[in-house]
């Protein structure tokens, strides 16, 4: 059964940093590009931060880039999302989200290249 657990969500000043990790269970994560999406409230989904399955390269939205850092450890089998720099408006529940596909590696900030997702970790960005 997949299965992705988030955590390491939490409150933090502006300029702060958090690490949120995402532990898979039921699945070899060596297979799936993963992804990290983020939601606030009254805005739509929106993909932040990927990890192609095909050949680890990483991609980022203008928003984030350069302040938050994807990796992978597959032995672990877990996911990270290391935020720096971190703003108000990057508050928002963040969702680790995986999928073995083409599409995912093709589409890799898209939400529907993804089957299989988190329950979300929220993150705070306030003074």
């Known amino acids: 059964q997949v299965q992705l657990v988030e955590s390491g969500g939490g409150s933090v000043q502006p300029g702060g940093s958090l690490r949120l990790s995402c532990a898979a269970s039921?699945?070899?994560?060596?297979?799936?590009?993963i992804a990290w999406f983020r939601q606030a409230p009254g805005k739509e989904r929106e993909g932040v931060a990927c990890?192609?399955?095909?050949?680890?390269?990483?991609y980022y939205s203008d928003s984030v880039k350069g302040r938050f850092t994807i990796s992978r450890d597959d032995t672990q089998n877990t996911v990270y999302l290391q935020l720096n720099s971190l703003a108000p408006e990057d508050t928002a529940v963040y969702y680790c989200?995986?999928?073995?596909?083409?599409?995912?590696?093709?589409?890799?900030?898209?939400?529907?290249?993804?089957?299989?997702w988190g329950q979300g970790t929220q993150v705070t960005v306030s003074s």
């Open positions: 039921g699945f070899s994560l060596d297979d799936y590009t």
């Open positions: 989200a995986v999928d073995p596909s083409v599409m995912a590696s093709m589409y890799p900030l898209e939400e529907s290249s993804y089957n299989y």
């Open positions: 990890i192609s399955r095909h050949d680890r390269r990483t």
